[in-house]
């Protein structure tokens, strides 16, 4: 079996071992048992990949296997990974973990929603391994479908409204995705839906290239937030459960940015050059109302989802840059974002919990009763900002130098642009900062309010190291990137 699989049958175990489980310690078993592996096994290719490269290997994708699904399309189970896909399994292997962590104690209907969970990672696994349209697209799907349950029954607020203008949002974008998708491979003339083999091909017509481009990119933009399909995700983030905030916003979104640039950029590339300038003014309104739209909400929630469309928006503004070191910083924005949007969700449950009120008209003076989750919380918004040492910083650094390398004004004037929103995240997380965790107490549950129990804490620090680990020594993970972004920009380049 090729190792690659390891990533899909781990969770189709853990799907079995929880639909054989009675009580919750049998539950919680099967899911930390489950999680450590998917752990381990992302630390493990890590490791194999980065010895492959040194050893001078320079294959495209790494650990190739292909396996024959349906002839007539030339449908396969195709698995491979490059540095970006192995960046983008450690990411989801942390957030699960963590995630598993911060649903601990979650009532009711535990093995159901544990059941959802699992599969919504199996799609994302799958999806980051996979290298065959069909079969990317099929996991794409497998990610997506869990979320409409596991906001519409275990989320809060307005959950079922947040589930379903999700699901038709998203579902929406899936449409103009698998259109693409056809019209890729129709339009290249390929006997393979192998996106290695199309690319190498590189024979879709520049007119179709100019019909199918702005489809895919939009199919997958909807999912990383792109304006003015953003509006599912405020709502979504708001109403979904903890540990689902922090899959969805943490993982789920950057398959978003993932597709883009794999699909969209690396097989249309002169329609990628073509119409990139229409998504870079859509990506940059993204970027600066994202900020200015958390600095007027008042629920903790609300904020964060505002923020990750910010974020997120410049994840995409980096991929249609189209250079080098602009696609390295989109991808480390990934990680740092996927890492630190985590943290936030996981903290704001955790506060949320205790205090049940998520208004920050409502909070103040938490430091004095629970400084660990309050310390943590600063340190969430630190690198929120892009305090220099934590993950933020580098990778918007990378972005904004890749930007600003394109040599014209319009690219220049809009790099310039999204730059602003630095300065806007800054107001409203040190205002946020000061106003939550300063001051006197005035909550009502104030008398009853206990800091982080062990399993908070175990996701937290987690999350916490790998911020602080990427901020600190973000030299071997940006090479890793940066090798494997090379081929895709190598044929942006005009």
């Not at 290298?131 to 596991?150: C, H, K, N, Q, S």
């Not at 449409?175 to 290695?196: E, K, P």
Request: net charge neutral; hydrophobic share 55%; glycine share 10%.
């Amino acid at each position: 079996m090729n190792f690659l699989s390891i990533f899909v049958l781990i969770p189709l175990l853990m799907l079995a071992g929880l639909w054989a489980a009675r009580g919750i310690k049998a539950i919680r078993g099967v899911m930390v048992t489950g999680a450590s592996a998917l752990l381990i096994a992302s630390v493990v290719l890590t490791f194999l990949y980065l010895g492959e490269r040194s050893a001078g290997n320079t294959a495209e994708m790494l650990f190739r296997a292909d396996t024959l699904w349906y002839a007539p399309l030339h449908i396969s189970y195709s698995v491979g990974v490059d540095g970006i896909s192995v960046a983008m399994l450690l990411l989801s292997a942390v957030i699960v973990f963590t995630g598993t962590f911060a649903s601990w104690r979650l009532q009711p209907l535990t093995k159901e929603y544990f059941l959802w969970f699992t599969l919504l990672s199996m799609g994302v696994f799958g999806f980051f391994i996979s290298v065959d349209l069909f079969t990317m697209f099929m996991f794409y799907e497998i990610a997506l479908i869990p979320m409409y349950l596991l906001i519409g029954v275990w989320g809060s607020g307005r959950k079922e409204y947040a589930a379903m203008k999700l699901t038709l949002m998203l579902m929406g974008g899936s449409a103009f995705l698998l259109i693409g998708i056809l019209g890729i491979y129709f339009g290249s003339g390929a006997t393979t839906m192998n996106l290695l083999e199309i690319a190498q091909l590189h024979n879709i017509p520049f007119a179709q290239q100019c019909i199918w481009f702005p489809l895919t990119f939009l199919g997958f933009g909807v999912l990383g937030a792109l304006f003015p399909f953003h509006t599912w995700s405020p709502d979504g983030h708001a109403s979904a459960p903890t540990a689902v905030s922090m899959l969805h916003a943490g993982v789920l979104m950057k398959l978003g940015g993932y597709g883009c640039f794999r699909i969209a950029m690396y097989l249309m590339p002169e329609a990628a050059n073509e119409l990139s300038w229409i998504f870079l003014i859509l990506t940059g309104i993204s970027v600066v109302y994202g900020a200015f739209s958390a600095c007027v909400q008042t629920d903790l929630k609300y904020i964060n989802a505002y923020s990750s469309v910010s974020h997120c928006g410049l994840v995409l503004f980096a991929i249609l840059m189209l250079n080098q070191t602009a696609a390295t910083g989109a991808i480390l924005q990934m990680l740092s974002h996927g890492l630190m949007t985590a943290l936030f969700f996981a903290l704001i449950g955790m506060i949320y919990g205790r205090t049940h009120t998520r208004d920050v008209r409502e909070l103040a003076g938490l430091m004095k009763v629970m400084p660990f989750l309050s310390v943590c919380y600063v340190i969430a918004g630190l690198a929120n900002l892009g305090l220099p040492g934590l993950s933020g910083f580098i990778a918007e650094m990378t972005i904004f130098v890749g930007s600003f390398q394109n040599n014209d004004v319009f690219h220049r004037t809009l790099t310039i642009i999204a730059c602003s929103s630095i300065v806007i995240t800054a107001v409203y997380i040190l205002r946020l900062v000061g106003k939550i965790l300063y001051g006197t107490c005035t909550n009502k549950h104030h008398l009853e309010l206990t800091d982080a129990t062990w399993d908070e804490r175990v996701a937290v620090i987690c999350l916490i190291v790998c911020v602080a680990g990427l901020g600190m020594a973000p030299f071997w993970v940006s090479h890793m990137i940066g090798e494997s972004v090379l081929p895709v920009v190598s044929q942006l380049i005009p």
